[in-house]
């Protein structure tokens, strides 16, 4: 079973949450949250996260600049989610 259906099956023990945008991925990434799978569809590739309600309630901080992330954690995700990228 791939994991993409393992985490439709537990949805009720995870909420997930989805992005195609690299650089919220990025952001999740380096605020601690867990990249739990990737799905491409088409041309896009979509990052799955851990957290759902945490996420959508730091979005906006996001978005408007209010939520910070340390420097080095950030370079760490950009690397990390750009290796993947060119890994799919």
């Known amino acids: 079973m791939d994991i993409l259906n393992e985490i439709k099956r537990d949805s009720n023990q995870y909420s997930t949450y ?17 990249l ?5 569809k088409g041309k ?3 990052f799955i996260f851990e957290g759902k309600e945490k996420i959508e309630n730091i979005l906006p901080g996001f978005y408007n600049g209010t939520e910070k992330v340390i ?3 950030l370079i760490g995700a950009i690397r990390n989610i750009k290796s993947m990228l060119h890994n799919i």
């Open 44 to 46: 896009d590739i979509y």
């Open 18 to 34: 989805s992005t195609k945008d690299y650089y919220i991925a990025s952001f999740l990434k380096a605020k601690g949250f867990k």
């Open 71 to 73: 420097a080095i954690d």
């Open 36 to 40: 739990m799978a990737t799905d491409k």
